[in-house]
């Protein structure tokens, strides 16, 4: 990848030194004040009680691949970074690791601890009851029953991936009970469904330093490959120095000073909370150590060329300094070159870091601001959420593709149950990859917001304008089974169906609803769109006719039943069809409707005779009949005053 993302064991790829990312930094007290404070808020954040630890942290940083699809294949490990072996010899994708669930028996269940069925069933019950989560882990991880904390740990996740602490107890709860493959699956899940937490993934190579056999060679393969993949996923956190100092003490205690100058070269370009720190603590491995040290013998040359030309090719005296690798032999000479190349490494990266330090000082405030980057099930407040919208408008205007995913990434940890936040994210992908906002809706319909309305609605169009009628069936349909009685989804049903022209599937659906509605009123709702349907689409009149005539005997009292019946009619030809316009108006002046609405049907059907009428007869009894509605009317109001 570009710049302050090549994978480690390409190094420069050729190049002294690495472009400069579109990356960001701050200036000021507030910074510095901010670059000193510990960052607890991080470590494990409490959901609920002081066991509930969820929490995921910020955005991915993706591998070299059109950035647009990287949203989806950071979350799949399967591919580690160049150089990198994978994470394990024995690793399996995501696709293969087991759901220890469904391998539980009955007679596992029969064995599980006395209580469990009591809070087992709060939380089958109501799935979102958060607070019966946790007592639920909490009683397994007391009795500490493997087979029941598998079974409640893993219905969680279904409904909760971004707890991350929650992953750590379940892979500590595994590793207790000395399964070390299976903790190993339970840290590969959760980083699968959370690569932005940098906590999670500092748990899991820790676990990996734990676990793995020193004297194997492949060890420091694999946990450098651990390396490279969080800081793929999650290095672009604006908190994940902790990451990255670590990635560079390990391998400072490996003695790869070359490593610790690349990984130097990458996070110097990405802004973070301690940016000047590392700048620090570059500069204090540029002059602690020499440059044929931590440098690669192609950056070395490179560099020893460079500042060769700058003095004419010579020394002082004339003579020829070497441009390879060989050794100066004057000492005078030798720690002049010396310095010199310090002095021009750290100019170079000076450069870098001005360049950061101007993009963060844009965004420190909006970074200052977000006082929750991790998932909780409490609402946030209103100036939080403000704080995020103004973000990603900022970033969506300024920063680059890239920075504007990772930012909405952030965003739907902190903000998961916030559907305008998804439907935003979806929206803006939807210039740049199809996949990604397959990815986004599938994520927030399935797992975070399954019960709100309005994002399967926009997945479902989504869909359908991708020419995927089948899935967009699907969505809507899977919705209306979980949330039973939603006439936007009903109705939309409808429509999907009559846009690709089932219209006997589309009348079967209004069918249903009229037959199966919970009330007159609801029944008498969709007769009316079943009508309407009926008539204007499929030219039916006489069928339309009939639905809204039955309706009307249920629900005598419903004038939009009335004025739909006389809307219908009166789209005929009028002089053909007065017998039943004259019959929809009897209905309503004789019908159960108040007084009120009986003198304004009476009233237009004394119109309707004295412009269309072909009997004068007619329209006299319709203005006698107006007129004893009107006597009626007026007794009926002296009576209400008389008391």
């Known amino acids: 990848m570009q710049g302050c993302l090549e994978p480690l064991g390409h190094g420069f790829r050729g190049r002294l030194w690495p472009r400069n990312a579109d990356s960001s930094v701050p200036t000021g007290s507030s910074r510095t004040a901010m670059e000193n404070t510990e960052s607890t808020e991080e470590e494990q954040p409490t959901v609920g009680t002081e066991s509930a630890e969820p929490g995921a942290e910020s955005a991915p940083e993706e591998q070299n691949m059109d950035f647009s699809t990287e949203i989806m294949s950071v979350t799949e490990m399967e591919q580690s970074p160049d150089s990198s072996p994978d994470l394990h010899e024995d690793n399996t994708q995501e696709s293969e690791i087991p759901n220890i669930e469904s ?81 190993d699956e339970v840290y590969r899940r959760g980083l699968q469904a959370i690569p932005l937490s940098v906590d999670l993934w500092i748990h899991y190579i820790n676990f990996l330093k734990e676990t793995l056999d020193p004297a194997d ?66 500069k204090e491995h540029i002059q602690n150590n020499l440059p044929r040290d931590f440098l690669t013998t192609e950056q070395f040359v490179q560099l020893r060329r460079e500042l060769a030309a700058a003095s004419g090719h010579s020394g002082e005296d004339g003579e020829e300094l070497p441009c390879g690798t060989e050794d100066i032999t004057d000492p005078a000479k030798l720690i002049t070159e010396i310095e010199n190349m310090r002095h021009r490494i750290i100019e170079i990266h000076q450069e870098i870091f001005n360049h950061n330090e101007h993009e963060v000082s844009k965004r420190w405030t909006f970074e200052e601001a977000i006082k929750r980057p991790y998932f909780h099930v409490k609402p946030l407040e209103k100036i939080q959420l403000k704080n995020w919208k103004e973000y990603l408008e900022f970033e969506i205007e300024n920063g680059t593709h890239e920075r504007v995913v990772v930012l909405f990434e952030r965003c739907v940890i902190s903000c998961a149950l916030y559907e305008d936040f998804w439907i935003k994210y979806a929206k803006y992908m939807e210039n740049h990859s199809i996949e990604g906002v397959r990815h986004v809706y599938s994520r927030a319909c399935t797992i975070h917001l399954p019960k709100k309305p309005m994002v399967h609605m926009l997945w479902a169009a989504f869909e359908e304008q991708q020419g995927n009628i089948d899935e967009a069936r699907r969505i809507l349909k899977t919705f209306e089974e979980c949330i039973l009685g939603l006439a936007m989804i009903r109705l939309r049903r409808v429509s999907l169906e009559r846009r690709h022209g089932n219209m006997e599937e589309a009348e079967q659906l209004l069918e249903d609803a009229v037959r199966n509605a919970k009330s007159i009123s609801e029944a008498s709702f969709y007769a009316i769109k079943l009508a309407r349907h009926l008539f204007k689409v499929q030219k039916n009149l006489p069928k339309a006719r009939k639905v809204l005539s039955e309706a009307i005997e249920l629900d005598k009292e419903n004038t939009k039943l009335y004025l739909n019946l006389l809307e219908m009619e009166y789209s005929g030809d009028l002089k053909q069809n007065e017998e039943n316009i004259l019959s929809c108006f009897d209905k309503a002046v004789h019908g159960a409707l108040s007084i009120k609405m009986r003198i304004t049907f009476s009233q237009r059907k004394v119109e309707f005779l004295e412009d269309f009428g072909s009997d004068v007869n007619k329209l006299l009894d319709a203005y006698d009949e107006h007129q004893a509605l009107l006597k009626e009317q007026e007794t009926l109001k002296r009576r209400a005053e008389n008391g």
């Open 103 to 183: 391998l539980q028996t009955t007679d596992l269940e029969a064995d599980f601890p006395p209580d469990f069925d009591k809070f087992w069933k709060v939380v089958e019950d109501n799935p979102q009851d958060f607070t019966g989560w946790v007592y639920l882990l909490q009683y397994v991880e007391q009795e500490n029953h493997l087979p029941a904390a598998r079974k409640a740990f893993d219905r969680f996740f279904s409904h909760y991936p971004y707890c991350y602490g929650y992953w750590k107890k379940y892979a500590d709860l595994e590793k207790r009970h000395d399964n070390v493959k299976q903790s």
């Open 217 to 282: 060679p492949e060890t420091n393969s694999t946990i450098r490959g651990a390396y490279e993949h969080a800081v793929l996923a999650a290095g672009t956190d604006f908190r994940s120095d902790r990451l990255w100092e670590m990635y560079i003490n390990w391998e400072n205690d490996q003695g790869n000073l070359r490593e610790v100058t690349s990984i130097y070269d990458r996070i110097l370009g990405i802004p973070t909370q301690l940016y000047s720190h590392h700048f620090q603590r570059f």
